[in-house]
């Protein structure tokens, strides 16, 4: 039984360690900081993936997109429901529109952080 708690409280320290929020306040060292450059930094090291509007719904704040891979998420090709994180992205697009973006979960939602029109 001791072992079993040694291999959890050590399994609970890797996970802290690991942590990117951990990372992020050892530089820290206590004071304040920025999330919104952590946020960032999450959002330009994943891969803008391409894709195609097919529905804008402003008053539900939601897109859908018939996509490529999105590899930080990993799913493969298929057209699904996104929320839009600022609602101003909305307005940029309409179906039909080719588009890059960069998707990941929010709050527990897919959610769409990025948004271009492809040239």
Do not use: W, Y
């Not at 039984?1 to 291999?7: A, G, R």
């Not at 298929?78 to 994180?85: D, E, Q």
């Amino acid at each position: 039984m001791k072992q079993l708690s040694q291999l959890a409280l050590l399994s609970a320290c890797a996970l802290a360690f690991a942590s990117p929020a951990f990372a992020a306040d050892s530089h820290n060292h206590g004071h304040e900081h920025d999330h919104g450059a952590m946020m960032t930094v999450a959002a330009t090291t994943a891969a803008m993936t391409e894709g195609e509007i097919k529905k804008v719904d402003k008053d539900a704040g939601k897109i859908t997109i018939k996509h490529g891979p999105i590899e930080n998420l990993g799913m493969p090709n298929m057209t699904m429901v996104f929320r839009a994180k600022d609602p101003a992205m909305l307005d940029q697009v309409k179906p039909g529109d080719k588009v890059k973006f960069i998707a990941d979960k929010v709050n527990g939602a897919l959610t769409v952080t990025k948004l271009e029109v492809a040239k």
